[in-house]
Every structure is written in C-alpha cells, then in structure tokens.
C-alpha cells in the first residue's frame, strides 16, 4: 500500500478503493480528462484502471439513432465493467457514468420505470462525479455526434436528472479548463504532485 493509498475511502471490504466519473455531454473533452487524472493517480503511487466510454462498442445504433434495446446494453456492460475494474484496482476512472447513459435514453425513448432505479442506485456507487461543460461544438471522431444541437440537448437532460435525482455533482469551471485536472485532485483530497523524499533527512 502506497502512502496515498491512505487517503482513499474505505469500502465496505475494509479496502482502500475509489471510483470516479467524469460525465457530460460528448465532444467536450471527457476522454482526455481521463487519461489525464489516471497519470496523475498513477505518479501518486495508486493503482488505477480506466472504464473507457462503453458506446463506442456497442453493437447497436447510438447517437440520434439510439434504442432502448442500445443504451441498456451500454448501461448493463458499463456496470459490468465497473465491477471488473473496481476488483482489481486502487481507483477506477470512468469514462461517462450511468447517469449521462441513462440521459441518451431519455433523449431516445423517455424515462424507464425499469432501469432508473438501477441508475439511481448504481450512480451512489461513484465517490465523486465532475460534470464537465460546454465549451465548444463536437467534431466527428468516427462515432461522436456533431450536431450542436443534440450535443446541448444531453448536456441539459443531464443537468436535470442531477436536480430530480438529487446526484451530488462536482461541476469544472467552463473558464479554466487547463485547471480541470487539478480540480479534480483538490477535491478528492489528493495531492497534485507526487511526495518528495528527503533523501538527506536525519536518521536516529
């Protein structure tokens, strides 16, 4: 166990673990953030996996042309994959939650009276979830929807799931993005750079 690793909550094993999302709408940096966070965590001596974004796999149409029969595939592998990593890992980093999943699916089809509950009840599994803004329209990376319009469209069905639902969220601030990483530690009580050691400290 690494000094950081002290630092990180209990779960209900008596293991020091953490989960985290970064959610939001596509095409406003999610990914990167990720990647970023997970370096940061692993220069902290941690043990860190990544959930990447689930949608990309999936065999079903996703974007405008989602289903429900699509986002519950997502919603269930996204569970699933959480639970792998979270087994074998310190931290898990998320690519997206179940929280925005379940937003493309009210976007699609409205809300299901069968699968929020396990939304409601999975999102409390994240000890911290960053909502990442708007900062500018998506591009087209192969899979990402373009449209600005549907783009604002999930970032305010998400918006309104976190009030309805009562999600404690933690939202970056639209105006430092170069600061989001850093953000994310502070919150999470963990340091930005790693602990230096003396090496010339006084020895008894």
């Not at 000094?3 to 020091?16: E, I, K, N, T, Y």
């Not at 673990?17 to 692993?42: E, I, M, P």
């Not at 699968?115 to 591009?139: C, D, I, N």
Request: net charge negative; with cysteine.
């Amino acid at each position: 166990m690494s000094a950081s690793s002290v630092l990180l909550p209990l779960d209900g094993l008596g293991r020091h673990r953490l989960k985290v999302a970064f959610v939001g709408t596509h095409g406003v940096g999610k990914t990167t953030l990720c990647f970023d966070l997970a370096a940061q965590l692993k220069r902290l001596d941690l043990g860190v996996d990544l959930v990447k974004e689930v949608a990309r796999r999936c065999p079903l149409p996703i974007n405008e042309d989602t289903t429900l029969d699509a986002q519950a595939w997502i919603l269930h592998t996204q569970i699933a994959e959480e639970i792998a990593a979270a087994s074998q890992n310190e931290v898990v980093v998320c690519d997206r939650s179940v929280l925005d999943n379940y937003a493309y699916l009210v976007a699609s089809a409205g809300r299901q009276s069968s699968l929020e509950p396990l939304v409601l009840q999975w999102v409390r599994s994240y000890h911290a979830l960053f909502k990442v803004p708007v900062t500018g329209a998506p591009t087209f990376d192969g899979k990402r929807a373009v449209s600005p319009t549907f783009q604002q469209q999930i970032d305010h069905l998400i918006d309104d799931l976190v009030e309805e639902l009562g999600v404690p969220v933690h939202h970056l601030d639209p105006g430092d993005r170069a600061g989001w990483t850093a953000a994310a530690l502070e919150h999470l009580g963990l340091a930005t750079t790693p602990p230096q050691i003396d090496l010339f400290a006084a020895r008894e």
